[in-house]
T-cell receptor
Framework: ETGVTQSPTHLIKTRGQQVTLRCSSQSGHNTVSWYQQALGQGPQFIFQYYREEENGRGNFPPRFSGLQFPNYSSELNVNALELDDSALYLC?????????????FGEGSRLTVL | GQQVMQIPQYQHVQEGEDFTTYCNSSTTLSNIQWYKQRPGGHPVFLIQLVKSGEVKKQKRLTFQFGEAKKNSSLHITATQTTDVGTYFCAGSGSRLTFGEGTQLTVNP
């Protein structure tokens, strides 16, 4: 167990809808990163939040947005869903003070867009 | 932007055989991490390499970081069925960039 929890675990949406995915980071971790993992591919970096501020963004359009709250939990919002948004969305928490740089991943939220 | 490539994409071995996956980056990395993802699971951290030419071992797993800090490898000796999964390298430059992974299947 990594101590990182994500919800919901599975969800189905239709094109054009909006979705919010949630993540609770491991206790003591102030950094949350979101990744998109399409079937058979490696995780792709969406963005990272550190102390409630966006701290880096991957090659994803603005309809992918996020938030981090004072308790370091985080949300990923995707607007105007497209079929290609179907993927496993992974949240990973970490702390800059960790010497190993390890990312602790949650179980993920599997999104299907029909 | 930074790209991390892994080969092979798939590897099928008989239990007891060795396995190696290779990772190459288009840019020099500050460090490299390795993760394992079991089928239906999430990536789990295995190790981080930081120094040029570094070699680290974890039981049957041996990790290497190239002298130029642009490539890395993971070698598993005498595979077991519990080694099944996808192995990802992730290079750290300005951000952590994952490779596409090597999916390992082990026939008992």
């Amino acid at each position: 167990e990594t101590g990182v929890t994500q919800s919901p675990t599975h969800l189905i949406k239709t094109r054009g809808q909006q979705v919010t995915l949630r993540c609770s980071s491991q206790s003591g971790h102030n950094t949350v990163s979101w990744y998109q993992q399409a079937l058979g591919q490696g995780p792709q970096f969406i963005f990272q939040y550190y102390r409630e501020e966006e701290n880096g963004r991957g090659n994803f359009p603005p309809r992918f947005s996020g938030l981090q709250f004072p308790n370091y939990s985080s949300e990923l919002n995707v607007n105007a869903l497209e079929l290609d948004d179907s993927a496993l969305y992974l949240c990973a928490s970490s702390t800059p003070t960790s010497g190993s740089g390890e990312l602790f991943f949650g179980e993920g939220s599997r999104l299907t867009v029909l | 932007g930074q790209q991390v490539m892994q080969i092979p994409q798939y590897q099928h071995v008989q239990e007891g055989e060795d396995f190696t996956t290779y990772c190459n980056s288009s840019t020099t990395l500050s460090n490299i991490q390795w993760y394992k993802q079991r089928p239906g699971g999430h990536p789990v951290f295995l190790i981080q390499l930081v120094k040029s030419g570094e070699v680290k071992k974890q039981k049957r797993l041996t990790f290497q970081f190239g002298e130029a800090k642009k490539n890395s490898s993971l070698h598993i000796t005498a595979t077991q069925t519990t080694d099944v999964g996808t192995y990802f390298c992730a290079g750290s430059g300005s951000r952590l960039t994952f490779g596409e992974g090597t999916q390992l299947t082990v026939n008992p």
